[in-house]
């Protein structure tokens, strides 16, 4: 079971390739002219403009107009400064609810990465006193945190910047040995390399070749077309969207989820290693993390995509398959314990369209834990964010956190998955692999950039005070342990043990959480209302007997 999904892969070194130098000297340059438009209105802060506001029969199965209140310019406000509840302004002169707001907004900037003397993106950790290794690149998914941050200060220049060069680097030709991959790959990172001799700089991406496992992450594309509808739902301002080189980039992304092959489910099949969990954990085939990110990143390109001729035929493609998905992941991933129960019940070898037992589940193979720990209900927060759950499953997703508030939070929010793997299994899963033993780093570790998502979650279903509460527990370690990536142990009482200290997204995901507690419109950037038709009607096959 995995509570929450982020990701962070954080793969080996990147190789420097000086052959790219002058491609970002023209195109870089015109695409930032393009979409360097003044703006004629502003959006009142405590309401996020609503820039879904397009016919519904043009955007999602079923989206419901709404009201938008547009005001003009007030006078004397800053053209970047539409800010968003928080206090937290870029100067110094401002008071902070919490002194710790005020460090963590000290060490985000100081992560800041940039090129050509633009912000565009921040490192993974700034953790100076162990070998850099990767950490000192910008990652897709690590940035999400910071971007959100960023925006909801009013900064929204290194969020557009980081989406033009990523999007850019995706036009690379990506080869891993003699394979090419697919035109529409995001890369997991990329790093500003300087060269001393022609005083330039260019940027380098990693696209899978120097991971661990040389894996390609599945989940950057997802992250990308996500903060582009979080910027463009912010800012009020579709015309980055809008941009034929961000629609051909969507539309490629989506060419690589919604090819058609031999699979026989809506669901992403995937290879162990490729979101957050970049290591050998058995998270492969069809994992809730890429499911969850997968069905978001649908319903933003729902949103974002152009209704021109090619823009429309996506669209047909995404209305079909977020029906199917969605009837899918509700009726075959939801565990409760009523389904606990009937699979436990299961008979096994059934052969035909009349069978209960689909998948061939071994009621054998349910390990013990789950009978035990598993209460009347129990999820995933990208889900409850994207409308995957439907509202009665979000409050149970509530329900287990609170009822699991040990095993789940423990002293530091939040578990990246659970119970952790041991013994055996950890041998066969993992491959005895010495960074992932138990209750460690994605083996069961605490992960406290998660918080960002949990507090999302628990404003969208009406329980701030689970937030607060996780929050106040960050609140008493995190800067005092200088900022770690992840802990250890059951509870999450220990430093981990090869965790980076001044971790940006734990950094950014502390931030992120206070900000959308204190101002909880914020977030409308990264929640999406359920569609009413892709509710499923949940029937039992005629040969099932109780």
Same mark, same amino acid.
């Given at each position: 079971?995995?509570?929450?999904?982020?990701?962070?892969?954080?793969?080996?070194?990147?190789?420097?390739?000086?052959?790219?130098?002058?491609?970002?000297?023209?195109?870089?340059?015109?695409?930032?002219?393009?979409?360097?438009?003044?703006?004629?209105?502003?959006?009142?802060?405590?309401?996020?403009?609503?820039?879904?506001?397009?016919?519904?029969?043009?955007?999602?199965?079923?989206?419901?107009?709404?009201?938008?209140?547009?005001?003009?310019?007030?006078?004397?406000?800053?053209?970047?400064?539409?800010?968003?509840?928080?206090?937290?302004?870029?100067?110094?002169?401002?008071?902070?609810?919490?002194?710790?707001?005020?460090?963590?907004?000290?060490?985000?900037?100081?992560?800041?990465?940039?090129?050509?003397?633009?912000?565009?993106?921040?490192?993974?950790?700034?953790?100076?006193?162990?070998?850099?290794?990767?950490?000192?690149?910008?990652?897709?998914?690590?940035?999400?945190?910071?971007?959100?941050?960023?925006?909801?200060?009013?900064?929204?220049?290194?969020?557009?910047?980081?989406?033009?060069?990523?999007?850019?680097?995706?036009?690379?030709?990506?080869?891993?040995?003699?394979?090419?991959?697919?035109?529409?790959?995001?890369?997991?990172?990329?790093?500003?390399?300087?060269?001393?001799?022609?005083?330039?700089?260019?940027?380098?991406?990693?696209?899978?070749?120097?991971?661990?496992?040389?894996?390609?992450?599945?989940?950057?594309?997802?992250?990308?077309?996500?903060?582009?509808?979080?910027?463009?739902?912010?800012?009020?301002? &579709? #015309? *980055? =969207?809008?941009?034929?080189?961000?629609?051909?980039? !969507?539309? %490629? $992304?989506? /060419?690589?989820?919604?090819?058609?092959?031999?699979?026989?489910?809506?669901?992403?099949?995937?290879?162990?290693?490729?979101?957050?969990?970049?290591?050998?954990?058995?998270?492969?085939?069809?994992?809730?993390?890429?499911?969850?990110?997968?069905?978001?990143?649908?319903?933003?390109?729902?949103?974002?995509?152009?209704?021109?001729?090619?823009?429309?035929?996506?669209?047909?493609?995404?209305?079909?398959?977020?029906?199917?998905?969605?009837?899918?992941?509700?009726?075959?991933?939801?565990?409760?314990?009523?389904?606990?129960?009937?699979?436990?019940?299961?008979?096994?070898?059934?052969?035909?369209?009349?069978?209960?037992?689909?998948?061939?589940?071994?009621?054998?193979?349910?390990?013990?834990?789950?009978?035990?720990?598993?209460?009347?209900?129990?999820?995933?927060?990208?889900?409850?964010? &994207? #409308? *995957? =759950?439907?509202?009665?499953?979000?409050?149970?997703? !509530?329900? %287990? $956190?609170? /009822?699991?508030?040990?095993?789940?939070?423990?002293?530091?929010?939040?578990?990246?998955?659970?119970?952790?793997?041991?013994?055996?299994?950890?041998?066969?899963?993992?491959?005895?692999?010495?960074?992932?033993?138990?209750?460690?780093?994605?083996?069961?570790?605490?992960?406290?950039?998660?918080?960002?998502?949990?507090?999302?979650?628990?404003?969208?279903?009406?329980?701030?005070?689970?937030?607060?509460?996780?929050?106040?527990?960050?609140?008493?370690?995190?800067?005092?342990?200088?900022?770690?990536?992840?802990?250890?142990?059951?509870?999450?009482?220990?430093?981990?043990?090869?965790?980076?200290?001044?971790?940006?997204?734990?950094?950014?995901?502390?931030?992120?959480?206070?900000?959308?507690?204190?101002?909880?419109?914020?977030?409308?950037?990264?929640?999406?209302?359920?569609?009413?038709?892709?509710?499923?009607?949940?029937?039992?096959?005629?040969?099932?007997?109780?």
């Amino acid at each position: 079971m995995c509570p929450l999904d982020i990701d962070v892969s954080h793969n080996g070194d990147v190789k420097t390739l000086e052959s790219a130098g002058t491609i970002f000297e023209t195109e870089d340059s015109d695409i930032l002219r393009i979409v360097e438009r003044p703006r004629v209105i502003n959006v009142e802060r405590y309401r996020s403009f609503n820039f879904e506001e397009r016919p519904s029969s043009e955007l999602s199965i079923t989206s419901p107009r709404h009201s938008i209140k547009i005001i003009e310019h007030l006078e004397g406000l800053s053209p970047h400064g539409r800010r968003s509840g928080f206090n937290t302004p870029r100067s110094h002169t401002y008071f902070e609810t919490h002194a710790m707001v005020a460090e963590a907004w000290e060490n985000l900037r100081r992560s800041i990465v940039y090129y050509r003397r633009q912000p565009v993106g921040t490192i993974a950790a700034l953790d100076h006193s162990v070998e850099e290794l990767n950490y000192d690149q910008v990652f897709v998914r690590d940035f999400v945190p910071s971007a959100l941050a960023f925006l909801m200060n009013g900064e929204e220049e290194i969020v557009k910047n980081f989406l033009l060069k990523t999007l850019h680097l995706q036009s690379w030709e990506k080869m891993i040995d003699q394979f090419k991959l697919g035109e529409g790959v995001m890369p997991a990172s990329f790093k500003v390399i300087h060269n001393p001799v022609r005083n330039s700089e260019i940027l380098i991406p990693d696209f899978g070749e120097s991971a661990i496992g040389r894996v390609a992450p599945v989940d950057s594309g997802f992250w990308w077309i996500i903060l582009l509808r979080a910027y463009t739902k912010h800012t009020g301002d &579709s #015309s *980055l =969207a809008e941009m034929p080189g961000c629609q051909r980039g !969507m539309r %490629l $992304i989506l /060419s690589l989820c919604l090819s058609e092959g031999f699979d026989t489910f809506p669901t992403l099949l995937c290879a162990d290693g490729c979101c957050m969990i970049d290591r050998r954990m058995g998270v492969y085939g069809y994992p809730i993390e890429i499911q969850a990110l997968f069905f978001m990143a649908l319903r933003c390109a729902l949103l974002l995509l152009k209704q021109d001729q090619e823009g429309k035929e996506f669209v047909e493609r995404i209305v079909k398959r977020l029906h199917a998905l969605s009837y899918h992941m509700r009726s075959y991933f939801w565990l409760d314990l009523k389904q606990l129960n009937d699979i436990y019940r299961y008979k096994t070898e059934e052969y035909s369209h009349t069978a209960v037992n689909k998948f061939n589940v071994m009621p054998d193979s349910l390990p013990d834990w789950v009978f035990d720990f598993m209460p009347t209900r129990g999820g995933n927060c990208v889900a409850i964010l &994207s #409308s *995957l =759950a439907t509202p009665e499953q979000a409050a149970a997703i !509530m329900d %287990l $956190i609170e /009822s699991h508030w040990e095993e789940l939070v423990g002293e530091m929010p939040l578990k990246i998955c659970y119970p952790a793997l041991e013994s055996h299994e950890w041998r066969i899963v993992t491959g005895c692999d010495p960074k992932n033993t138990r209750w460690s780093y994605h083996n069961g570790g605490s992960w406290p950039v998660l918080i960002w998502l949990l507090t999302a979650a628990c404003i969208k279903t009406g329980r701030p005070q689970i937030a607060k509460r996780a929050i106040e527990l960050a609140e008493s370690r995190l800067s005092k342990d200088h900022w770690p990536e992840y802990y250890d142990g059951k509870l999450g009482r220990y430093i981990g043990k090869q965790a980076r200290k001044f971790q940006t997204w734990s950094i950014a995901g502390y931030l992120v959480a206070k900000m959308m507690l204190e101002d909880p419109s914020h977030l409308g950037m990264i929640s999406l209302e359920e569609d009413k038709q892709m509710k499923p009607l949940m029937k039992r096959s005629t040969s099932w007997t109780c």
